[in-house]
Every structure is written in structure tokens, then in C-alpha cells.
């Protein structure tokens, strides 16, 4: 089923997303050496339970997880990519770490993902790869516009990413969202234009580029639910929920400070 949302619905979204956004920031400024991830979980549970809002997370048991999900955000170190379990491990230098969180306040869901390098000791490899999923994340973005089609969206996120160098993954990508995280329709990271889905107002969509430095295949933890790269290679995911208005579309998941000004 695919979900429009009312002005009215867009407004509580926009609120979720700012909380998801809030909080991601915070928890990345508390992302130095030696912060177990296991603080980061907890920390996080505790900036949602304060904001009145519900963990999308913590039930969670999709066909793609094992059980429930237990946790507050996904945590992805180096070659952990997608759904990375908070697990007892303290940040080294030069980490690339990826934290993924979803939330719903007042019945409406937001998701966000940013990837980022721990202290000072960046390998540039990482940081380019970060730097592309952000780049594939503003050119699908700028292609949602109503009357566009998702594979529009798709092929652009793609060109991005496969001009980059990297091989795209087609199992995980982006979704709708709304009353619940995940939702119709599909948006992979890989498309032909004009194919799919056609945009109109009021949609909420939550695009997720995401890549591995040298292939395309995952593998699952022992955990059942984190998802590495199959070589082991570094990774990188950035994700932002927007909304589709009358004229383009509205990047849901900015810091409070920076709404409303
Ligand atoms: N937020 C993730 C996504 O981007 C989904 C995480 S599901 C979890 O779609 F259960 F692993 F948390
Ligand atoms: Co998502």
C-alpha cells in the first residue's frame, strides 16, 4: 500500500524528523574514541523516551532480521553497512561508522542515516565513499519532483554511485514511510527512468544509497541481523526522509535549529 499524507500528517512528519535528525548529530558529536556502541544504544533510547516519541527499531522482527530487533539505533563499523546490531565495541581511531535510526512521534515515522569517520584518522578511500552516498542521496533528491517516477529517482541515485566506481547492491534501498518505516513503494539504488511509480504530493519517501568499496554481495552476522560487506571492504550508507511537495521535495530529517528559521 502506498501512503499520502495530508499537510496535516506532513507537519507531525516533519516534527519526527527533526528528532531523528537531533538526535543522530548528538550522537555523532558522542562518537569519539572508545565509545562503545552499546552507549550510543542507550544514549539514543534515552534522547526518544525524553522526546515522547516511539522507537520504530526496538519491536522490530521483518523477514530480514532474526526476532526482534532489541535496539534503539543500527550501528555499522567499516564493512558493517545495513541493520548493524549495537554490540559490546568500544570506536577506534579512524572507524568509519555508519548510524541508522528511524522514529515515530505522534504516529508518523522518519529514518535517517549518516556515515562519518571516528577521530582524525581518516582513510580517503572512506571518506570518498561517504562523500558519493551523499552525492547519490542529493541527486535523487533533486529528481523527486511530483510526475517523476521512482525509477527516476533510482537511476539517478545509481549514475551517481556507479559513475563513483562503486558496484550497487539491489536487494536494500529506499522506501516509502509514513504511519510505519517501511512502506511501499521500493526504491532501489539502481534504475531505468521513466519506469515505476509516479510521485504526487504528499508521499514520504526515506532514500537510502548505500555501497560497498568493491562488491556488491553482503553477508549476515552470526547476530542475524548485521549486514557486511561479503570482502570485508569498507562501507558507506547516507539516508534522509523527504517529502514530495506541489513544487520538488522537503528534506524531512534537518535539525530542529535548522527548521523554521
Ligand atoms: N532504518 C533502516 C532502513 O534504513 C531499517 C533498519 S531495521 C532494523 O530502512 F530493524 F534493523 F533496525
Ligand atoms: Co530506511
Redo the contacts with the bound molecule.
Keep these: 500500500m502506498i501512503e499520502i499524507l495530508s499537510p496535516a500528517e506532513v507537519a507531525k512528519a516533519r516534527i519526527s524528523g527533526a528528532l531523528v535528525a537531533d538526535i543522530l548529530q548528538a550522537m555523532k558529536e558522542r562518537s569519539t574514541v572508545g565509545t562503545n556502541l552499546l552507549d550510543i544504544d542507550r544514549w539514543t533510547k534515552e534522547m526518544i523516551l525524553a522526546a515522547g516519541a516511539e522507537s520504530c ?1 526496538v519491536d ?1 522482527a521483518p523477514s530480514f ?1 532474526r526476532g526482534p ?1 532489541g535496539h534503539y539505533i ?1 550501528t555499522g563499523v567499516n564493512d558493517a553497512v545495513l ?1 548493524g546490531l549495537p554490540h559490546d565495541y568500544a570506536l577506534a581511531d579512524g572507524d568509519l561508522l555508519t548510524l ?1 535510526l ?1 522514529v515515530s512521534k505522534d504516529g508518523i515515522a522518519a ?1 535517517s ?1 549518516i556515515s562519518f569517520v571516528v577521530g582524525d584518522a581518516a582513510r580517503p578511500e572512506g571518506t570518498a565513499m561517504i562523500e558519493a552516498t551523499e552525492l547519490a542521496l542529493a541527486a535523487g533528491i533533486a529528481a523527486a519532483v511530483p510526475g517523476a517516477r521512482i525509477g527516476d529517482l533510482s537511476h539517478a541515485i545509481g549514475s551517481v554511485l556507479t559513475e563513483a566506481g562503486y558496484p550497487v547492491n539491489v536487494e536494500f534501498g529506499g ?1 516509502g514511510i509514513g504511519s510505519t ?2 512502506q511501499d513503494p521500493h526504491v532501489p539504488n539502481l534504475g531505468r527512468p521513466g519506469r515505476g511509480y509516479e510521485l504526487r504530493p504528499g508521499l514520504l519517501l ?1 532514500l ?1 544509497p548505500w555501497v560497498m568499496a568493491d562488491t556488491a554481495k553482503l553477508v549476515t552476522d552470526p547476530d542475524g ?1 548485521t549486514l557486511r560487506s561479503a570482502t570485508g571492504s569498507l562501507t558507506a550508507h547516507s ?1 534522509h526522509t523527504i517529502a514530495i511537495t506541489e513544487t520538488g521535495a522537503e528534506i524531512l530529517t534537518v535539525p530542529s535549529r535548522s527548521q523554521a528559521g
Excluded: S
Design positions: 527499531y522490530y532480521g530487533f543500527c541493520h541508522d528511524a529514518d542515516a522506501h518505516m517501511h526515506a537510502e541481523w539516508e
